[in-house]
């Protein structure tokens, strides 16, 4: 309960960088290995070439909670949402995990579209 609070209330506030196309926050808060994956500028460029493909950020509508392991990671808390866009809706699966001091951060953020 305490680890599925904390998660929800990582998971919100991407969200509303997200909304706020604040996607250096997004970078700079979330898990080494999700950076490690490159540079922040080529995550700002794919974020915003997302945005102007999809529109505007519309609403979150949750489907599933699930914690699991990781044999990258760890211990795994992982959101599965249908999220709307002005032009569309994604199936967004966000997946958090601990850092080594204890912090709840986002490890991967994965978009399908939904047709």
């Not at 998971?11 to 898990?31: G, K, L």
């Not at 211990?75 to 599965?80: A, D, P, R, W």
Request: net charge negative; hydrophobic share 35%; charged share 35%.
């Amino acid at each position: 309960p305490e680890d599925e609070r904390e998660a929800r209330a990582v998971v919100d506030r991407v969200h509303e960088q997200i909304r706020d196309e604040n996607y250096s926050a997004i970078y700079n808060e979330s898990a080494q290995r999700f950076k490690s994956v490159g540079p922040e500028f080529k995550f700002l460029e794919v974020m915003r070439q997302y945005r102007t493909e999809t529109g505007t950020f519309k609403k979150v509508t949750p489907v599933a909670y699930e914690v699991g392991v990781d044999s990258s990671a760890g211990k795994i808390y992982v959101f599965v949402d249908e999220v709307e866009f002005e032009k569309g809706r994604v199936r967004e699966r966000l997946t958090l995990t601990r850092s080594e001091s204890g912090k709840m951060q986002l490890w991967k953020l994965d978009w399908s579209s939904l047709h």
